[in-house]
Structures are given as structure tokens and as C-alpha cells.
């Protein structure tokens, strides 16, 4: 049987194969510790672990220096976040950061909190936004950090990080942001988005899983202090103690040269296929609605709800067809809405009539057209099941 159409890309992405090939010999026969300073097995792992370093700064307009390895994602935002609350509680115990972030940086603040810090939640709007004057207003003299994503997992809305790291900067505090979903797929600039601190993965740029990085700026002007959360070998420069995954790190490095040479061209294809699918269902279904901003996106994300239908019965219906999640793959498991369409202010019964399509480097037109099929046969079939009455829809939008 054939295998589902994959469109979950939010939540991971196949590996390329030129990714794999990099890979191969670090896991083979160059399979020397990146700290052995004494023979050419050690030699050879940390040369490949340097011009990976190069290409995943290269790809954020940084320098490799400030690029500190480590497990993934999820551990690059609790590395940033409480990383900089122990270093800087002498100066203050606030941070800020907004309802729709991902779970590693909402429950990293949850832990703070249980340790004594405060944390002030900004709400975003109804396409999912933060206003950066909203960030402002809650800037105290005890904020140390704000943390502000990128691009969101779920709709895709992207945020304006330059004028909120602009804040950051006049009032003196660190600013951080979650880029997972933004690094590789749209432009991605440390400099031009004026963040401090970056969290990357490797697994949501078409490398492998297991590996990421914290970017850290060197200077500005001052030298950020981030206390370590494991302590160890002092590899990482004493931030990241631990032997180097140098198969993870070359391929990671790997993928971030691909991405940099082919998002430019790969965002505007997969925002126009993006278009296709939509106007594709939008044409044979009524009651449909977007979730999230309609231009301000991901290229490859689309956020729907299906009026009248259970999100799940709909997944459930096209699972041997096309792979699709209802959001969050970290949330998953739990039959709650999601917090972040909760967030943007729709009622339970929408967000739980919604589905994430996440399109990626190899979804074909062909592809989009049987998804566009199979979704509005399955829709027509399960609103014909539920009667109206029976499945009501809010004022919402
Ligand atoms: C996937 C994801 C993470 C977690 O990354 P891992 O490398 O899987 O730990 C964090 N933030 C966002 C926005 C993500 O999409």
C-alpha cells in the first residue's frame, strides 16, 4: 500500500538524502570524539563539527563563535530561558513573553515561576499577533528576558521580532526568540531581526533529529551570562557540558547549507501550492475559515477549521490518505483545543473543527490535488453524518 501524503511538516521533516550522505562517515569510520586533541580521529571530528558551525551561522547571519550546540530545540529554549533567569536574578526577576509560544518556552516559564519569577503572558491578537507596544507596556525595572517566536507551529502567523528586539534594546533587556519553524524557510537574519538569542532544530529543516543550537549574540554591548543547565566536560565553551553529536552536527550543518541556498525559490513555490490548496477547498466547501494571518505566514502552513465537523474524525478519515496533524505534535495525546486558537480568541467547538496542513521541500501539485479531493469527499461525508443542529458554530468570524 501506498504510504499517506506527508503534510506535517510543522512537526518534523524527512531527512535529505544529501544530508544522510554528509552524515555516513561520522557515523562509520570518522567516528573520533570532537575533544580528542591528540590523534587524527579527533582531528577529523572537529573539523567537521567547525564547518558545520559555519554553515548553521551562515545561515542566521552569525559568527560560528556564537553558535552553541545542543539536543534540539526544546533544550535550546530552556537554555535560553532559564540560562539567562539564574545568570541575571541579581538584576531582576521578570520576563515577558506571549500566549501562543511553544510549549518548551511556556512550560521553561512555568518552572521559573514555581522558582520565583514572575512571568507576564502577552496576549495576541485575533490573527495571532503581538503587538510590540503590548510588550512594552509590561516592561518593568526587574525585566531581564523577553522571548517572542519567530514563526508559529500551528497557524504559521509570523511575528515582528525587529520592532519588538528594537524595545528590547532601549530598555536594556535580553531578547530571545523560538525561529524552529522560521530558520530555513523564510528570511532569517540575527542582525536584521535584532534578537539576542536564537533557538534552532535540525529536524524542522530536513536534518536529523536530536541535534539544535542556541544562538548567542557575543556582544552587546556587553557579553551575555547564560548559567549552564548540564555541567560536565566544559565542551560548548562551559555552556553545553557533553560529547559533541558529530553525526547530528554535520548533518545539521548540511541541512542549513541546503536551506540557505534553496528557501528563497522553495517559499515561494510552497506559499503559491499553499494558495492552490486553499482556493481548491474554498471553491467546494462552504463554512470554512482561516486560522491565523492571510499573508503575514509561513509559506507552507495553512490553518482551517471545517464548520460542523470534529477535526479528529476528519484526521481519522484521511489518515491512509494524507498524513495531518491537528496542531501541536507536542500536545498531542490530549483532546483539548489548542491553546493557541484558544488564544486567538475561538470558541472551543471551531478550534476543534481545525486542521494544520504543512506543506514542505517535496509536496507536488499532484500531491495538492488529491489532498484537495479526499479532503472535501471526507468533509461533504462527515457534514452529511452530523446534522447542523447537532454541531453549532459560534459568532466567530
Ligand atoms: C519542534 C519545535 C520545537 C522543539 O524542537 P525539538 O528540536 O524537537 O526539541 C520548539 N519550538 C518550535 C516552534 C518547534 O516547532
Known amino acids: 500500500m501506498n504510504r499517506p501524503i506527508y503534510l506535517d511538516h510543522h512537526a518534523t521533516t524527512p531527512i535529505e538524502p544529501a544530508v544522510l550522505d554528509a552524515m555516513m562517515p561520522y557515523l562509520t569510520e570518522k567516528f573520533g570524539n570532537a575533544a580528542s586533541r591528540t590523534h587524527r580521529y579527533g582531528w577529523e571530528a572537529e573539523e567537521a563539527v567547525h564547518t558545520a558551525r559555519e554553515q548553521i551561522a551562515a545561515l542566521i547571519g552569525a559568527k560560528p563563535e556564537e553558535i552553541i ?6 533544550e535550546s529554549d530552556n537554555l535560553a530561558l532559564k540560562g539567562i533567569a539564574w545568570s541575571y536574578r541579581d538584576k531582576g526577576n521578570h520576563i515577558i513573553t506571549a500566549t501562543t509560544e511553544h510549549k518548551a518556552v511556556l512550560d521553561s516559564c512555568k518552572a521559573l515561576e514555581k522558582d520565583g519569577f514572575n512571568v507576564t ?6 490573527l495571532g499577533l503581538v503587538d510590540p507596544d503590548d510588550i ?52 532569517c537574519n540575527v542582525d536584521d531581526l535584532q534578537v539576542d538569542l536564537m533557538s534552532l532544530s535540525g529536524h524542522k529543516l530536513y536534518g536529523p533529529k536530536g541535534i539544535g543550537a542556541l544562538y548567542i549574540r557575543k556582544t552587546r554591548p556587553k557579553r551575555i551570562r547564560i548559567h549552564p543547565l548540564i555541567d560536565g566536560g566544559g565542551q560548548e565553551r562551559g555552556f553545553r557540558s ?13 541541512a542549513c547549507e541546503l536551506a540557505q541556498s534553496l528557501w528563497p525559490e522553495e517559499s515561494i513555490r510552497l506559499r503559491d501550492l499553499r494558495q492552490h490548496l486553499y482556493a481548491g477547498l474554498q471553491e467546494r466547501l462552504d463554512d470554512i475559515y482561516l486560522n491565523g494571518h492571510p499573508d503575514q505566514r509561513l509559506p507552507g502552513n495553512l490553518n482551517l477549521s471545517f464548520a460542523y465537523v470534529q477535526g479528529e474524525s476528519l484526521l481519522m478519515s484521511l489518515k491512509d490518505i494524507v498524513a495531518l496533524s491537528s496542531g501541536s505534535a507536542c500536545s498531542s495525546g490530549s483532546t483539548e483545543p489548542s491553546y493557541v486558537l484558544r488564544a486567538i480568541g475561538m470558541d472551543d467547538t471551531l478550534a476543534s473543527a481545525s486542521i494544520r496542513f504543512g506543506l514542505g521541500r517535496h509536496t507536488t501539485e499532484e ?7 479526499a479532503v ?15 454541531l453549532q458554530v459560534g459568532s466567530q468570524i
Open 242 to 254: 557533553g560529547t559533541l553529536n558529530v553525526p547530528g552536527i554535520v548533518g545539521f550543518g548540511k
Open 121 to 126: 503572558y502577552v496576549p495576541v491578537d485575533r
Open 376 to 390: 472535501v469527499e471526507k468533509v461533504e461525508r462527515l457534514r452529511a453524518l452530523a446534522p447542523a443542529s447537532d
Open 136 to 187: 512594552r507596556q509590561a516592561i518593568t525595572p526587574h525585566t531581564i528576558l523577553i522571548s517572542v517566536m519567530y514563526a508559529n507551529s500551528e497557524i504559521g502567523v509570523i511575528g515582528p521580532l525587529a520592532a519588538i528586539g528594537a524595545i528590547a534594546h532601549q530598555h536594556g533587556v535580553w531578547f530571545h526568540s523560538d525561529a524552529v519553524q522560521g530558520v530555513g524557510k523564510i528570511a
Open 69 to 74: 550546540l545542543t539536543s534540539g530545540a526544546t
Open 367 to 373: 500531491e495538492i490535488d488529491t489532498v484537495i479531493h
